[in-house]
């Protein structure tokens, strides 16, 4: 039976390289491709010979005839997207260039090329995973991450009960031990080192430093206690440094959550998850003894628009309503012809539901602007506005969540657009905006580059794209030569930041992790305080003298 993509698709497309019959779709050269919320398995092609399973790197790809949760409803969706989407049999009906040049030349005396890659999440190491898979040229790459740990989207981003989906670290860690490949953690360019001293020892500085700001919903009160964004709820429980020290009061027995993307479902999912669920998990320790307590029973994900324009993707509204204990219910009626999506079939299936007596519950809400948080000294209330008919109603609550977007935050010295939150840039050239003059030795990838769109597997062609384009300038002469060396880096990285960290260092603080949780059951224990990261380290490297940095 022919194989099927379930939930915690990452859509890097590692499995479309290797099928040997085309069957899966969108494919990074297809339109569809950048806002598709999933990869889809052709079941009329598949020869079920599951080549695509076994290079998946998050295990998304299970045989059709498996027994898995909501296997059945995945087969469905595979139909349905084959259906609303025929393959078309002309030449280009449904291709766009795509400037993805994975070489296969072998270039006698390739030309030495060194890059700076500024952070560490999936488009940093996939563009370093770009530059030094290649055969072409030969390729320096070092890695700048601000944090003593790396990992970026998929450490701080991902929830923790969506253990699949961070498995495609593996990807990254087979990247960081390539020859040519340095690390420093712990160094914050910008602050540390400027630009123009990293850029002096490379011939171009790609900045992968992703989007740490959220967008406001502009209204008053937006900022009384209790009224916070899903950024920083979402970084705390995942053990983010910048937010291991703050505090949420979940005494109360309803929140809101404002946006129904799938940030604001995980937000959901994880205020009402039975506790010793989570316990198997990788979440921050701090959050885990603060959910122990919470009193949530309730929370409300309020939406501006009607269902039909709900921003989460099928799969992560499908797994919402499978959660032992948890109701998930719409509010008000949904109607789902034959012909609608599955989205919109799910959707009506939880406004059918009632609610179960004990369980807590997630209540989706569609048609309601949030007008005014109200409150004096802490929020005690949002009042919301019907789209449809104007109409105002308040909902006590004493925790308001925004899920509306995360946005980009300006980098000293670079063109931004405010606009879209991102550094200013074409095909991920940096550029002066009016005149789209190439910033000499810079670019971008992810978030920061194309606004905060897709999931981690967008990222690998995010980066191949910018990659081609810098490789591109290189080939044209137009990268200056860098000035210092990298040895003349290396010392000047001693210099700035001595407690900085190696790849060596991150592996041992990685596998220290690891083992602390598998003597408990978990996939990993995090530590969140620089200075116990660096311990770690250090006592590494004392024990194993030889081992370089």
């Not at 080549?51 to 349905?80: F, H, K, L, Q, S």
Request: glycine fraction near 8%; charge should be negative.
């Amino acid at each position: 039976m022919a194989y099927v993509v379930t939930q915690n698709c990452c859509n890097d497309a590692t499995c479309v390289a290797v099928c040997p019959v085309d069957c899966i779709h969108p494919t990074p050269a297809e339109r569809d491709y950048s806002s598709t919320e999933m990869l889809y398995i052709d079941p009329a092609t598949c020869i079920d010979c599951g080549a695509c399973a076994d290079v998946c790197p998050v295990d998304a790809i299970v045989p059709g005839d498996a027994i898995a949760p909501d296997v059945d409803r995945y087969r469905e969706m595979n139909t349905d997207y084959f259906q609303r989407n025929p393959r078309a049999t002309g030449s280009g009906a449904h291709v766009q260039p795509l400037p993805l040049t994975l070489a296969t030349a072998v270039v006698a005396d390739p030309p030495a090329l060194r890059v700076a890659i500024v952070g560490s999440g999936p488009s940093a190491f996939y563009a370093a995973e770009e530059l030094l898979a290649r055969r072409d040229i030969a390729a320096e790459v070092t890695m700048f991450e601000r944090l003593p740990v790396a990992g970026g989207l998929v450490r701080f981003g991902v929830a923790p009960d969506h253990w699949h989906t961070k498995t495609v670290d593996k990807v990254f860690n087979r990247t960081a031990r390539r020859a040519g490949f340095t690390f420093h953690l712990g160094v914050d360019v910008g602050r540390d080192l400027s630009l123009d001293e990293v850029l002096a020892h490379h011939h171009a500085v790609i900045h992968a430093s992703g989007a740490s700001g959220d967008r406001r919903l502009g209204i008053s009160g937006e900022d009384l206690p209790g009224s916070g964004s899903a950024r920083e709820f979402v970084a705390w429980y995942n053990g983010h440094p910048d937010q291991a020290n703050a505090s949420f009061d979940l005494s109360t027995r309803r929140v809101v959550v404002v946006g129904n993307g799938n940030v604001a479902l995980d937000v959901a999912r994880i205020l009402v998850s039975d506790v010793d669920v989570l316990r198997r998990t990788d979440i921050a320790d701090h959050a885990l003894a603060t959910l122990a307590d919470s009193a949530v029973e309730e929370v409300i994900v309020l939406g501006r628009r009607g269902p039909e324009f709900a921003a989460c993707t099928t799969p992560e509204l499908l797994a919402l309503g499978s959660l032992p204990g948890i109701d998930v219910l719409v509010e008000g009626p949904v109607t789902a012809e034959p012909d609608s999506s599955i989205k919109m079939q799910i959707l009506a299936e939880y406004a059918q539901r009632e609610p179960t007596p004990g369980n807590r519950c997630i209540i989706m809400r569609f048609g309601s602007t949030p007008e005014a948080v109200i409150g004096s000294q802490h929020i005690e209330a949002l009042e919301v506005r019907a789209t449809e008919d104007g109409s105002v109603a308040r909902i006590d609550c004493g925790l308001l969540l925004r899920a509306v977007g995360y946005r980009g935050r300006p980098i000293e010295g670079l063109p931004f657009d405010s606009a879209t939150g991102t550094v200013a840039n074409v095909a991920g050239r940096v550029v002066e905006p009016l005149t789209d003059k190439a910033v000499t030795g810079h670019y971008t990838a992810g978030w920061i580059k194309r606004g905060a769109t897709g999931v981690i597997g967008t990222n690998r062609y995010c980066a191949a794209e910018t990659v081609a384009t810098l490789l591109d300038d290189h080939r044209r002469g137009l990268l200056e030569t860098p000035e210092g060396s990298e040895a003349d880096l290396e010392e000047l990285v001693r210099q700035r930041c001595p407690d900085a960290l190696s790849g060596t260092d991150w592996r041992s603080i990685d596998r220290y992790e690891r083992e602390r949780g598998r003597e408990v059951d978990r996939p990993r224990i995090k530590i969140v305080d620089a200075r116990e990261a660096a311990a770690v380290a250090s006592a590494s490297r004392s024990s194993c003298p030889s081992v370089a940095g």
